[in-house]
């Protein structure tokens, strides 16, 4: 990968940035900045180089319509903020702006995009969509590692049509990921939670043969333990996964590897709820697990005990609700009293947001932006956004 840092003439050169401040929002207010504050120091070197930035982003998942509750404008505040500098959302349909036009007002300004998910064409790496952006800027810059796992038209195919650098950020985490993975030591333990089932659950696949124990927590955990015959009531869960789960399983036998679900849950009625605790035989039809139980919490630190080395991504539960963080928390915790025994890697946007909330960010021997990105660099994948800079 070419850095920026090496290009040698920056001086008023439009500079297409992507960067991932996919951030937590609670009613439109930033819960967790890390992401935004990760990679002020790519935006920092351009300024002082004179470059005129363009940044291009994403928020959620809007499905290609315009959705004012994952609008840029709380992440362009915040980041106009940090950088005493203007911040201008750009939020007219990029198909109707002359490019030449965008800095006539005022040269000392960033330029800021919609949300670029709002477009349909983003996500379908679409050849036209990624020209029209590349009008907008002299030079690309990719410093999204974290969403660099999705071939979409402002990481994949834009690079196509501008001379292609990755960012400070983004050379940061992948020199400090190759490095964690090239000299690792067993056992290994690999906690998976989150949300995003259709995303990780193929992932794990990979990982098996890889680790010596792969805990499933979060939305996931919700396939296995309706897989194995328990009643999950509302919760979230993924549809036709049984195969997968069934295939997951038997890997994790013929490969001795631990794979550990959840033998008790934390529900609540609603995600506003206060939390009950339950067996898994006493969960019902309008019951929402949302949070991981004590036993369970018990049978992970046990695990980490005996562990070298942790890798994980994606909270154990609910974490939005208090009520429903105790899980993530805990195991955070548990981390941190094994600092001197166990080296720790952790990565993603919700799994930073919960580091944060347990104090124990700083205790991590190394936390990655990224999620997803992250576990698809982990089972040796390659992953798009950095091959399109190769
Ligand atoms: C993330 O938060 O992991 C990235 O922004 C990618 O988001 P996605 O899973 O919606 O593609
Ligand atoms: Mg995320």
């Known amino acids: 990968m070419k850095k920026i840092e090496d290009f040698k003439d920056l001086y008023q050169k439009k500079v297409l ?4 401040l996919n951030v937590p929002l609670k009613n439109n207010q930033i819960t967790d900045t890390t992401r935004i504050d990760k990679i002020l120091p790519t935006l920092n070197f351009l300024i002082q180089q004179n470059s005129k930035i363009i940044i291009i982003s994403h928020i959620g998942r809007p499905k290609g319509k315009t959705n004012s509750a994952l609008s840029m404008a709380p992440v362009c505040e915040y980041l106009s903020k940090k950088l005493s500098k203007k911040v201008d959302l750009l939020n007219q349909n990029l198909f109707e702006i002359k490019p030449q036009e965008i800095f006539d007002k005022s040269d000392d300004k960033i330029v800021f995009f919609e949300n670029i998910r709002f477009y349909e064409q983003e996500e379908k790496n679409d050849e036209e969509f990624a020209k029209m952006l590349s009008k907008f800027g002299e030079i690309f810059v990719n410093d999204a590692f974290s969403c660099s796992h999705r071939a979409h038209a402002s990481v994949d195919k834009i690079t196509k049509y501008l001379p292609s650098y990755c960012g400070l950020q983004m050379s940061t985490e992948v020199d400090a990921l190759k490095k964690v993975t090239s000299d690792i030591n067993r056992p290994i333990t690999c906690i998976i939670g989150g949300s995003k089932i259709s995303t990780k ?3 794990i696949k990979n990982l098996i043969p890889k680790f010596e124990n792969i805990v499933i927590v979060g939305g996931m955990a919700n396939n296995f333990l309706e897989y194995s015959g328990h009643n999950i009531g509302k919760s979230l869960k993924e549809d036709n996964c049984n195969p997968i789960v069934e295939e997951i399983l ?4 013929e490969n001795k590897c631990n794979v550990l679900i959840p033998t008790d849950v934390s529900v609540g009625k609603n995600l506003e709820d206060s939390k009950t605790i339950k067996t898994l035989n006493e969960i019902e039809k309008d019951d929402l697990i949302l949070d991981i139980g004590p036993k369970t919490i018990k049978l992970i ?6 562990s070298k080395t942790v890798l994980w991504n994606g909270p154990l539960g609910y974490f939005e609700n208090p009520n429903f963080a105790i ?3 805990e195991i955070a915790k548990k981390i941190v009293d094994l600092k001197d025994k166990i080296f720790s ?3 993603g946007g919700d799994t930073i947001a919960v580091l944060n909330q347990a104090g124990a960010f ?8 990224a999620g997803g990105a992250f576990l698809e660099y982990l089972e040796g994948k390659e992953i798009p956004g950095i091959k399109a800079l190769n």
Do not use: E, Q
């Not at 940035?17 to 991932?20: F, Q, S």
């Not at 038997?250 to 036998?253: G, T, V």
């Not at 700083?362 to 932006?369: G, H, I, Q, W």
């Open 17 to 20: 940035v992507r960067l991932d």
């Open 201 to 203: 659950i193929s992932v």
């Open 250 to 253: 038997s890997l994790a036998k």
């Open 301 to 306: 630190c046990s695990v980490l005990d005996n």
């Open 327 to 329: 899980g993530s928390i």
């Open 345 to 347: 890697v952790a990565g």
């Open 362 to 369: 700083k205790n991590l021997n190394f936390v990655s932006t």
